[in-house]
């Protein structure tokens, strides 16, 4: 058997944790291999492993059946193995080509940067495995997709053989997931092999070979994926059943609790993003915006906690008026927030896991009294929430940084919902978590709604905005352009809607 | 990685000075002293008898001041690189105050040194407001702010204190840190008051940074602004407070050389530099109180011993300038230590 990789029994500690404990995964060439477990199983850490970012504490890696020592990213980058991280790492005022070959420039005789012969190459690559990027556009200007593919061709550019995906699909919208999918078809077809992590299985059926699982940290096995099922696949990372389809009894909506008339929101550029929105969300119901990424869902999450202003327009919480009011003050009137981006505004990554957890609250008894911080209290409050909500971390004392991906979102999660605020605005709250974490946060959010509070949820995941959601209302350049229920439709008329078809056929320009 | 963090916190300090020792060895060997007659002259100047000893910490005390000013601002990460105006303004404060007023110890003295801050705090609240509302750079405003300081005190010291001299007269005994039996304990060092008032500082800082609704804002909104404003802080208000505080510490430092160690204020060539050597304490003292401290002691004791080194082992001041601008060097470049820290680890760990 031909193995481009070898990882044998890797074992890497971190204080009070083992990350991986003796994992074994063989990469054969020329195949998609998922990398499957929960969140916090260690996938991250032994792809990081591979890549020369951490050390094993024990174990070996063989490449091509030679045994090498992976000390540091650039020796992983001589072995040709290439890394698509998750968070991006491209200079934004830069092009494409620029970006590509930093650090690698190709020069004339002269010693000048030879930037056309660059970009014909970097053209060249891209044909090839049908990435269609433009070596010319400049960064900031292309979408997150595009972004991603740059990240892919500088791995090729720099010779990669073994390209790892760390979660590729999470910032991705459905369509640009698809042709993700084609490229790495069409990067296995000219010989690379890759290693995909992900935590939607629906994927891994779709394009992987086969798929090793990861649990706590242990090695559970790899499978064929042309012999296996969603559910086999979930079971054996979780250990346990997963139930799919969230259970729910139909809605009971009382009041209004979020009113929002007539609003209008411009973006960072001063782009009217949001032109002229009205929605509405009861008491007792979740509402889903279904939407394109960029039709002014950010805006109008961001307006209605406050941390953008609003042109014009109303939006009104319990029959406050909470237009242009302060965060704090919007909070205080009774909203809970899952911020999309939760590096930017869900954590403090410096402080612990203790302090983001009170980051709302650090103000008000018990955890504070006249302005002295009662730590007891704090990591007290805290420890009862890493259990409840089960966020995997050693301790309430360790810095949210060192938390997987999965374990953040659970901890920003357990803080807002914990609150019981009256309206819970929940962007992408599943994103990057791993089945039994999402079946568990809709549950939450189910059992919210049925205290009788108000869900606004946004995903760019059609099934969870079908699965969850009360009421969809559809969310097409910067208005609601239709109000439909989840059992009255489906994925292809909500594609339809979210694509603005229906603005055309009752022929309103806008 | 915890563990791991606290010892390197500790170890990379230790390491630099170490370095900057030897590499000050290295360079008296090169020119021809003996770096031992000339280290022993140092540690003798600085802690020889009770009354170096005095000197030492006298010299140690405003250091931990503008030390504790550099680090609280770095914490919301601010660099108030104009300590060294707020440490001339509160001086010039405290003296003024101590000359013009009259009234009893215990309305005086803690007026001109409350003065003193108020002056450094309002040293810092410009930069801070500048920053907070309209984004200028605190580094460039600072900048300015000390070239302010020094030449505007000149000029009252001229023309509002004094009839065209160049010093003023001595501050009255009601303003005075001087003390009677630190001095005497100390044989007569200039050692006063200001040492206790400083360690109570750095106390009280410790408490804000650690303990306080309002250092855990600011530690927030020098982590991550996005996500603080997002909790419901005020980042603005923050940026403003922690300048304004950082100004206070710098200004009590002054308040130090003007009612404990001169108990008057002269005419300045230059900037004293008790604002700018705290910035190399705060990044000594890894921006903690406890760290400046010692970083504080640290420097303290060089500048102090370095009176030594001319008469004791020959070997001229402008050297121990050097082995400071070396120790400065090797904790900027820590990162470099780190590296290899880590190198180190890891290999030993396979
Ligand atoms: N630098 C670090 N320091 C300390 N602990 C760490 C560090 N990095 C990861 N960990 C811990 O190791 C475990 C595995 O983390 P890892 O990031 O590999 O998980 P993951 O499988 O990628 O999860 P996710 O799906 O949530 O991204 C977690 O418990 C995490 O808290
Ligand atoms: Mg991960």
């Not at chain 1, 905005?465 to 009360?470: E, G, P, Q, R």
């Not at chain 2, 601010?78 to 101590?98: K, M, P």
């Not at chain 2, 003065?115 to 460039?140: T, Y």
């Not at chain 2, 004293?272 to 303290?300: E, K, M, Q, R, Y």
Request: glycine fraction near 10%; include cysteine.
């Amino acid at each position: 058997m031909e193995y481009v990789i070898e990882m044998l029994n890797i074992t890497k500690e971190f204080p009070g944790i083992v990350a991986n404990d003796n994992i074994t995964l063989q990469l054969k060439k020329g195949e998609i291999h998922a990398l499957l477990g929960e969140n916090g199983a260690g996938k991250s850490t032994l792809m990081n492993v591979l890549f020369g970012l951490y050390q094993p504490e024990k174990g070996h890696i063989r490449i091509r059946g030679q045994e090498v020592e992976i000390t540091n990213p650039n020796i992983a980058n001589d072995l040709g193995i290439g890394m698509v991280h998750q968070h991006f790492m491209l200079v934004e005022p830069f092009t494409v080509t620029q970006n590509i070959i930093l650090g690698k420039e190709p020069k004339t005789k002269t010693g000048r940067i030879d930037i056309k012969r660059a970009e014909k190459e970097i053209r060249e690559l891209s044909d090839r495995y049908g990435l269609k990027v433009d070596p010319t556009a400049k960064i900031r200007d292309i979408s997150v997709g595009m972004q991603q593919r740059v990240e892919i061709l500088k791995t090729l550019y720099r010779g990669a053989e073994v390209l790892i995906f760390d979660e590729p699909t999470a910032v991705l919208t459905p369509q640009e997931i698809n042709e993700l999918m084609d490229i790495m078809r069409s990067l296995v077809k000219e010989g690379k092999s890759i290693i995909l992590i992900t935590h939607k299985l629906k994927e891994i059926l779709q394009v992987a070979d086969r798929c090793t699982i990861i649990r706590r940290g242990k090695g559970i096995g790899t499978v064929n994926v042309s012999e296996t099922t969603e559910s086999e696949l979930a079971s054996l990372m979780v250990g346990r059943e997963v139930n799919f389809k969230v259970d729910k009894q139909p809605a009971k909506p009382k009041q209004t609790v979020l009113k929002i008339n007539n609003l209008h929101v411009r973006d960072k550029r001063k782009v009217d993003m949001v032109k002229g929105l009205d929605l509405e969300v009861r008491a007792g119901e979740i509402v889903g915006i279904a939407g394109v990424d960029g039709n002014g869902q950010s805006e109008l999450i961001e307006a209605i906690t406050g941390l953008t202003r609003v042109q014009s327009g109303q939006i009104l919480l319990n029959d406050q008026d909470i237009t242009n009011k302060s965060p704090r003050k919007i909070t205080e009137s009774g909203l809970g927030h899952i911020p999309q981006d939760r590096h930017k505004f869900g954590l403090v990554l410096d402080y612990s896991v203790g302090e983001n957890m009170v980051l709302q609250t650090y103000y008000k008894e018990p955890f504070s009294k006249r302005g002295i911080l009662n730590l007891k209290e704090i990591y007290r409050y805290a420890k009862k929430m890493i259990s409840a909500y089960d966020v995997r971390t050693p301790d309430a004392y360790t810095k949210a940084r060192s938390l997987s991906g999965g374990n953040q979102q659970k901890a920003i999660i357990g803080r807002e919902v914990d609150r019981s605020p009256d309206l819970l605005i929940a962007a992408q709250p599943t994103r990057g978590l791993d089945v039994g974490a999402i079946e568990f946060i809709h549950k939450k959010l189910v059992e919210e709604r049925d205290k009788g509070r108000a869900v606004l949820l946004i995903s760019f995941e059609l099934d969870e905005i079908l699965d969850v959601s009360d009421r969809i209302a559809v969310m097409f350049d910067g208005k609601v352009v239709a109000d439909v229920k989840p059992e009255e439709t489906n994925e292809q008329e909500l594609g339809l809607l979210m694509a603005g078809s229906e603005l055309q056929k009752a022929g309103e320009g806008k | 990685m915890t563990t791991n963090h606290k010892r390197s916190a500790i170890l990379i300090p230790i390491i630099s000075v170490l370095l900057g020792i030897i590499a000050g060895a290295i360079i008296m060997l090169v020119s021809g002293y003996n770096p031992i007659t000339g280290y022993s002259a140092l540690f003798r100047g600085a802690f020889g008898d009770a009354y170096a000893i005095g000197e030492t910490i006298r010299r140690t005390t405003p250091y931990i001041l503008s030390g504790l000013a550099v680090a609280f601002a770095f914490r919301a990460s601010l660099f108030n690189i104009g300590a060294e105006g707020q440490v001339i303004v509160g001086w010039l404060t405290a003296v003024w105050i101590g000359i013009s007023v009259d009234a009893p110890m215990i309305i005086h003295l803690p007026l001109a040194i409350l003065g003193a801050a108020i002056a450094g705090a309002i040293w810092g609240f410009i930069p801070g407001l500048l920053k907070a509302k309209l984004g200028v750079h605190e580094v460039i405003v600072t900048i300015m702010m000390n070239y302010i300081a020094l030449f505007s005190t000149n000029e009252i010291i001229r023309n509002v204190l004094t009839d065209h001299k160049t010093t003023t007269e001595s501050i009255k005994d009601s303003a005075s840190m001087s003390s009677e039996w630190l001095s005497s304990m100390t044989y007569y060092s200039r050692l006063h008051y200001g040492i206790l008032l400083a360690l109570f500082v750095a106390v009280i800082i410790w408490f804000i940074i650690e303990r306080t609704t309002l250092g855990f804002e600011i530690k927030a909104v020098g982590f991550n602004p996005h996500a603080s404003r997002y909790a419901g802080m005020n980042v603005s208000k923050n940026i403003i407070l922690a300048m304004v505080i950082s100004g206070a510490l710098g200004g009590l430092a002054g308040a130090m050389e003007g009612l404990g160690t001169y108990g008057n204020i002269s005419v300045m060539s230059g900037f004293s530099n008790i604002g700018f050597d705290g910035i190399a304490v705060a990044l000594l003292g890894a921006n903690t109180p406890l760290g400046v401290i010692l970083a504080a002691l640290l420097f303290g004791s060089l500048k102090e011993g370095a009176n030594e080194m001319p008469t004791g082992a020959g070997v001229p001041t402008e050297l121990v300038d050097i082995i400071i601008a070396l120790i400065i060097f090797f904790v900027a470049s820590s990162y470099i230590i780190r590296w290899a820290l880590l190198r180190y680890q890891g290999r030993k760990a396979k």
